[in-house]
C-alpha cells in the first residue's frame, strides 16, 4: 500500500518556503505522492453544478496556482514523490501544448509524473479560457488523451480527429517512463469507468464525494464493473492501479455513514486506522490519498506526521 496527500494550489501555504517544507517533510515521513489539483481562473459567477458537495455549490474560489507550472517547482524540491495530476483539466489545455509540457515535466523529473485526467465540471472557466468544448468535453478527453500517447510514444507522427489535427511532426524529448507516463482516469461514473478501462494505467476516484459516496459497499460494486470493462477491452485488469482519496470528516458523509450505523472510513484511533488501510488493501486499492490541508503550515505537518504512524503500522499491507 502507497499513501498520497493533497498539496495547497492557493493561500499562504502555497508559495516557496512552505511547498519545500511540505514535500521534503513527506518524503522524510513515507508518502509516496503528492497531488496537485487544476483551476485557471474563478469567473465571479459560477452557475455551474459542483459534482462533490451535496449542495451541488462550489466552495472556493479567487486564487490557484497554475498546476504544470506548480508540478515543475515541485519536481525540482523533491527526490522520490511521484507528481500527480489530480486532475489535469484535458479539454481545457492545447493538447500538443500539454503533451509536450508534460513530457518536459516527466524528464525534469527523472520519471516521477503521473498523468491524471478529468473532463471538468465548470463550464464559466471554460468559456473564460476560451474554449467552446464544454458540452463534448468527454468526448475531447478521450481524443486529447490518444494524442498525448502518440506524441509521447512516436516520432514523426501525425494525427486526423474530430476536434484536433496535425500534420507530421516530431515532440521531443520523449518521456523518460515507458512508454509514457502512467495516466489515471478520475470519476466514478460509467463514463468515467470506460475511459479508464479504454485509455488509463490507473482509475482515481474520489471516496470525499458526500453528494455521492464512494465507500466500501460502492466502491466493490465499481470496481467489479470497472474490472469487466477492461476485459472486454481486450486488457488485464490487474494492470490497472486504483488511487483512492478517502473520506474526510464532512458534515454529510459522516450523517451519510451514521445513518449505516458506521464510523467514517479512516477515522479514530490509529489502530482504527490501519485496519481501514488493510481493509481497502483487500479490495484491490494500491494508493490512499488523504488531505491534511490547513491553511496553517504547522497544523498542515501535525496532521501528516501524526498519520505517518499509520505509514509506519502498515507497512508490510
Known amino acids: 500500500m502507497r499513501f498520497g496527500f493533497y498539496l495547497p494550489t492557493r493561500g499562504i501555504t502555497c508559495t516557496p518556503d512552505p511547498l519545500e517544507t511540505l514535500v521534503q517533510h513527506a518524503e522524510k515521513w513515507g508518502y509516496s505522492s503528492t497531488m496537485v489539483g487544476d483551476h485557471v ?5 459560477v452557475n455551474s453544478t459542483y459534482p ?34 489530480s486532475i489535469l ?7 500538443v501544448l ?3 509540457t508534460l513530457a518536459t515535466i516527466d524528464v525534469l523529473s ?3 509524473l503521473t498523468v491524471g485526467v478529468g473532463v471538468g465540471w465548470m463550464r464559466e472557466e471554460f468559456e473564460a479560457l476560451g474554449s467552446q468544448l464544454y458540452d463534448r468535453r468527454g468526448a475531447v478527453t478521450d481524443e486529447y488523451v490518444r494524442i498525448y500517447k502518440l506524441l509521447w510514444t512516436q516520432a514523426p507522427v501525425s494525427f486526423s480527429g474530430k476536434f484536433y489535427s496535425f500534420d507530421e511532426l516530431r515532440c521531443l524529448p520523449h518521456p523518460v517512463q515507458k512508454p509514457h507516463p502512467p495516466i489515471w482516469v478520475g470519476g ?13 494505467d490507473g482509475w482515481h476516484p474520489v471516496g470525499a464525494n458526500p453528494a455521492v459516496p464512494l465507500g466500501p459497499d460502492e466502491l466493490i ?9 477492461t476485459e472486454a477491452e481486450g486488457r488485464d485488469p490487474k494492470s490497472i492501479t486504483i488511487s483512492y482519496k478517502v473520506p474526510v470528516s464532512d458534515p454529510a ?32 486499492i494500491s494508493e490512499l490519498i488523504f488531505d491534511f490541508r490547513s491553511e496553517v503550515l504547522a497544523e498542515s505537518l501535525e496532521r501528516m506526521e501524526r498519520f505517518a504512524a499509520v505509514i509506519r503500522q502498515t507497512a508490510s499491507v
Not at 449542495?55 to 498546476?67: I, L, V
Not at 450505523?261 to 486506522?273: A, D, K, L, Y
Not at 481493509?279 to 484491490?284: E, I, K, P, S, V
Open 188 to 200: 466514478s461514473t460509467k463514463v468515467a469507468l470506460r475511459r479508464t478501462a479504454r485509455y488509463g
Open 89 to 95: 483539466i484535458v479539454p481545457q489545455r492545447n493538447p
Open 41 to 45: 481562473v474563478f469567473p465571479v459567477t
Open 52 to 85: 462533490y458537495t451535496a449542495t451541488g455549490k462550489f466552495p472556493g474560489g479567487g486564487d490557484a496556482m497554475e498546476q504544470l507550472s506548480l508540478i515543475t517547482f515541485l519536481a525540482a524540491k523533491s527526490t522520490t514523490l511521484r507528481l500527480v495530476t
Open 221 to 229: 460494486t465499481s470496481r467489479d464493473e470497472l474490472f469487466r470493462m
Open 110 to 112: 527523472q520519471g516521477r
Open 98 to 100: 500539454a503533451a509536450k
Open 253 to 284: 458523509l459522516i450523517a451519510y455513514y451514521a445513518g449505516k450505523g458506521e464510523r467514517v472510513p479512516f477515522s479514530g484511533s490509529t489502530e482504527q486506522i490501519a485496519d481501514d488501510v488493510a481493509r481497502y488493501a483487500r479490495l484491490g
